[in-house]
Nanobody, 132 residues
Framework: QPKYVESGGGLVQPGGSLRLACTTS????????VGWFRQAPGKEREGVSC????????YYRDPVKGRFTISRDNAKNTVYLQMNSLKPEDTAVYYC?????????????????????????WGQGTLVNVSS
């Protein structure tokens, strides 16, 4: 049974940094693209960043470009999201998921945000609260 456990969230001041981690189980992570998604109160879930399984192709949502970095450690079955220069609008519950990239990695991000993970179900997420 594919499973995702997110961690690393917390309360941080604007301009601060956090590193999220997602530990996966129940499938071979190195075979799949991975992504981070977030859902703010009252808003739909959106794809933040996705990373391919083979060639390192990435997608970043425009508002996080240059501030967030996605990475993966297949040996540890873990996906990371380094978040720098955090803004109040980054406040949300963050989730991770894996799947096949489809025609391109941006499509994987968009489709997963709207339809849910291809593998398993959403985890409990980790809350990021950017506030002074």
């Amino acid at each position: 049974q594919p499973k995702y456990v997110e961690s690393g969230g917390g309360l941080v001041q604007p301009g601060g940094s956090l590193r999220l981690a997602c530990t996966t189980s129940g499938f071979n992570l190195d075979m799949y693209a991975v992504g981070w998604f977030r859902q703010a109160p009252g808003k739909e879930r959106e794809g933040v960043s996705c990373l391919s399984s083979r060639d390192g192709t990435t997608y970043y949502r425009d508002p996080v470009k240059g501030r967030f970095t996605i990475s993966r450690d297949n040996a540890k079955n873990t996906v990371y999201l380094q978040m720098n220069s955090l803004k109040p609008e980054d406040t949300a519950v963050y989730y991770c998921a894996a799947g096949k990239p489809g025609p391109n990695i941006q499509t994987m991000c968009t489709m997963t945000a709207g339809l849910g993970p291809q593998l398993g179900a959403w985890g409990q997420g980790t809350l990021v609260n950017v506030s002074s």
